[in-house]
């Protein structure tokens, strides 16, 4: 699989509200430093291609990185071809896929807008395996 790159780093202090973006943030052993859904279970960090989000701004021009919640946000990754187990290098992180897809929650502000909502479908989840300083425009590769 081809490297990719760290377009957007996304957080925020409390579920259920807008991430913000940032330029650099720890992966510390529980996840992304700072963001609400760190913790010790197995969707620590979430990532999802700029690609699948260019796709629903033909539908609402308004959505950026981070509007689906995802912490990492990249570019040149087909996140269809990883499975459960991969390892993926984020900066100097590594994190190992735990999960593909969830469910929206209630109120999912995209789906009530446009009807669908890509995180059902393309959301990554992973597992810390090793912390580390990512940073925009940071290497991302699939290790296997």
Do not use: Y
């Not at 650099?24 to 913790?39: F, K, P, Y």
């Not at 989000?53 to 269809?80: C, H, M, S």
């Amino acid at each position: 699989m081809k490297n990719g790159t760290v377009v957007s780093i996304n957080l925020s202090a409390a579920k259920g509200v807008k991430k913000m973006q940032v330029e650099c943030a720890v992966i510390t052993e529980s996840g992304l430093e700072g963001d609400a859904h760190s913790g010790d279970w197995h969707r620590q960090i979430s990532l999802l291609g700029i690609e699948s989000i260019d796709l629903f701004r033909e539908k609402l021009a308004t959505i950026a990185p981070g509007d689906f919640a995802e912490n990492v946000t990249t570019r040149g990754i087909d996140w269809q071809d990883v499975k459960i187990g991969n390892r993926v290098s984020i900066g100097e992180a590594i994190v190992e896929v735990s999960q593909i897809g969830k469910e929206c929650h209630h109120g999912c502000s995209i789906r009530e807008k446009v009807g669908d909502c890509v995180m059902p479908k393309e959301g990554i989840f992973a597992k810390v395996i090793t912390p580390g300083l990512v940073k925009v425009g940071d290497t991302i590769r699939v290790l296997g």
